[in-house]
């Protein structure tokens, strides 16, 4: 098992080698907020405030990026992104529900044209039955239209790899939500 891991985790980055050193997304994604004259906010738990360090790796990111939150526990999330405590009671922290109220509460409470949110386990510890390693939960909205996504990427992948690939999948969502309401 321990081969196999380290394989899927070697696999991952020279995979992802030349995106990380070319920003291939984050600059595709400032693009389309210069653009478009988009301000975005993001609301991480799961991947810790890395989409808003990515999106900052891009050279004149203050023009685009409004105010970005890591709400790692339930408290910050309902007090900063009025997330409503019966929601994270009835489906848990890592659901559809939470990721589509955290954008809400972006939208509602900040002055900013887009947002995003994510929620997941990215391991090792944290799974239940029902919610592996693995799983994000990621939630895109403006003014207009509210969606979320569910994304399980490999479980052998290693923490930091994990979050790394959520980020990747933020991002490429967003790209998507981008490409259709602009």
Do not use: H, W
Not at 28 to 43: D, G, H, P, V
Not at 75 to 80: C, H, I, N, R
Not at 82 to 104: H, Q, W
Not at 152 to 157: G, S
């Amino acid at each position: 098992m321990l081969l196999k891991k380290l394989f899927v985790n070697i696999s991952f980055i020279l995979k992802n080698i030349a995106a990380i050193v070319f920003l291939k997304r984050e600059k595709k994604i400032a693009e389309y907020l210069l653009k478009n004259a988009l301000r975005i906010s993001t609301a991480e738990s799961c991947t810790g405030g890395l989409i808003s360090s990515r999106l900052t790796d891009v050279s004149g990111s203050s023009a685009f990026i409004f105010q970005n939150f890591v709400t790692y526990a339930n408290q910050a999330k309902t007090e900063l992104l009025e997330v409503n405590p019966k929601t994270i009671e009835e489906n848990g922290v890592v659901s559809s529900e939470v990721a589509s109220e955290m954008v809400k509460g972006l939208l509602n409470k900040y002055n900013c044209s887009i947002a995003l949110s994510t929620t997941g386990i990215a391991g090792p510890l944290g799974a239940t039955e029902n919610k592996p390693v693995g799983l994000i939960y990621i939630g895109i909205a403006n003014k207009e239209v509210t969606k979320t996504y569910r994304y399980e990427a490999n479980p052998l992948l290693a923490r930091r790899l994990m979050k790394y690939e959520f980020s990747n999948k933020a991002f490429d969502l967003l790209i998507d939500f981008l490409k259709e309401n602009y």
